[in-house]
């Protein structure tokens, strides 16, 4: 089955009860049985449900992975991977990371045990120098949340040797699986924020670990159940609905994404652009070739003041301001304050994510009317120069 086919039929026969073409949202929490220890292989809907099943199913499909576990968030399906880890182990994670995920490693997970290095895994020596004895998993963002650094999946797979034991963990959000496939890589597991391109429309909260490993499975799958962390049957529903249409939506998305970049990257006012399509980014030539598109998400910082991005991103009409990313509408988004403000000031500006970098998701409305906002709100920084202030930030 090719991906398109499998967003619309992997795990969505019709329901067995009914025949119902389309999955139906099983709103049950509990299942009645025939006779004690005898029930049709449903007992409670925090272990099984068939909207659940369905979407897992779905998205296992999606990242061509053999089974798939479905959460409540993102952040539920990255805490449920580091489960499969024990107090005492060491995780490599790359320096440049959604915030919140920086948040739970350092500031929830390390109080259990668990011990962070934080490298810029684009250096393989980096990475290598980091790995300590103890070390258990490698967590791999790629492109990275929000400097669009690309980490070479197969390159980190192969240093699973020098570190006995260890997996390699890829958060696949920024890419989807449409233009990255981590687990035909090398990969052990695959986690979501399906709140992002999956679901596609910023309407409904989820995560995901997919896997082919069935032992790393089973011990997510346990945690799952004992944690408890897994979304309601109507949550399931609308990313199942929202992955149908994937393929279309990934492929506007990176077409305008590309239009919008080159615009930037041309542009006087404009210092720098962050965008794997573009054959300035330093790893351009890996993004060619471990991903089959660029995805749908642009960075960039202007030229003059760090101020000048505040300015800039409260005067966006058709890029909301707002944090995520991924929904058909375009988003703008400042790190610092926002997606990243969980990372200390120090920290964040070490690995680049200064006060003056802003972050696009671009959405798949005309190209055109995006261009013509962008445009605007340069020209309209550039005629009233340092009016903006961390405060004057709409939120
Ligand atoms: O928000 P949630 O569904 O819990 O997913 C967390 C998460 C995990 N991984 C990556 C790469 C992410 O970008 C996110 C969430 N990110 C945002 C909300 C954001 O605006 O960057």
Not at 20 to 44: L, R
Not at 321 to 326: K, V, Y
């Amino acid at each position: 089955m090719k991906f398109s086919t499998k967003a619309i039929h992997a795990g969505q026969g019709a329901d067995p009860a009914t025949g119902a073409t389309i999955v139906p949202i099983y709103q049950t929490s509990t299942y009645t049985q025939d006779a004690v220890g005898e029930h049709k292989g449903f007992d409670y809907s925090r272990t099984v449900n068939p909207t659940r099943i369905a979407l897992e199913a779905q998205l296992a499909a999606l990242e061509s992975a053999e089974y798939g576990s479905a959460f409540a968030s993102g952040m539920a399906a990255t805490a449920a991977v580091l489960n499969i880890l024990s107090a005492g182990d060491h995780v490599v994670v790359t320096d440049d990371l959604y915030g919140g995920t920086y948040r739970l490693f350092s500031r929830v997970l390390s109080r259990y045990g668990l011990e962070f290095t934080y490298v810029d895994m684009a250096d393989l020596n980096a990475v290598r120098a980091a790995i300590k004895p103890n070390t258990k998993m490698f967590w791999i963002e790629t492109p990275t949340n929000p400097l669009l650094k690309l980490i070479d999946i197969r390159a980190i797979c192969a240093l699973r040797d020098a570190a006995p034991g260890s997996i390699v963990v890829v958060d696949n959000t920024f890419a989807s699986p449409y233009f990255q496939q981590p687990v035909a890589l090398g990969a052990d597991v695959v986690v979501h924020s399906t709140t992002k391109y999956i679901g596609g429309h910023s309407d409904v909260v989820g995560g995901a670990a997919l896997t082919s490993n069935k032992d790393l499975y089973e011990i997510v799958k346990f945690h799952q159940n004992a944690v408890g962390g897994v979304p309601g049957p109507n949550d399931a529903w609308l990313t199942m609905r929202g992955a149908k249409t994937l393929a279309l939506r990934m492929r506007e998305h990176a077409k305008n994404a590309q239009a919008v970049a080159e615009f930037l990257e041309a542009h006087d006012e404009v210092d720098r652009v962050y965008y794997p399509g573009l054959p300035s980014h330093p790893q351009h030539e890996l993004a060619k070739r471990q991903m089959s598109g660029f995805g749908g998400m642009v960075s960039f910082t202007l030229k003059g003041p760090e101020q000048r991005a505040i300015d800039f991103a409260n005067r966006m009409h058709y890029f909301s301001l707002a944090e995520s990313l991924g929904g058909v509408e375009s988003l703008i988004c400042h790190p610092a304050r926002m997606t990243h403000g969980s990372i200390p000031k120090e920290e964040r500006e070490k690995r680049g994510v200064t006060d003056g970098l802003l972050r696009l998701s671009v959405g798949i409305e005309d190209i055109d009317d995006l261009l013509a906002d962008l445009s605007q709100a340069i020209d309209a920084v550039k005629a009233r120069p340092n009016t903006g202030t961390l405060e004057t930030l709409r939120r």
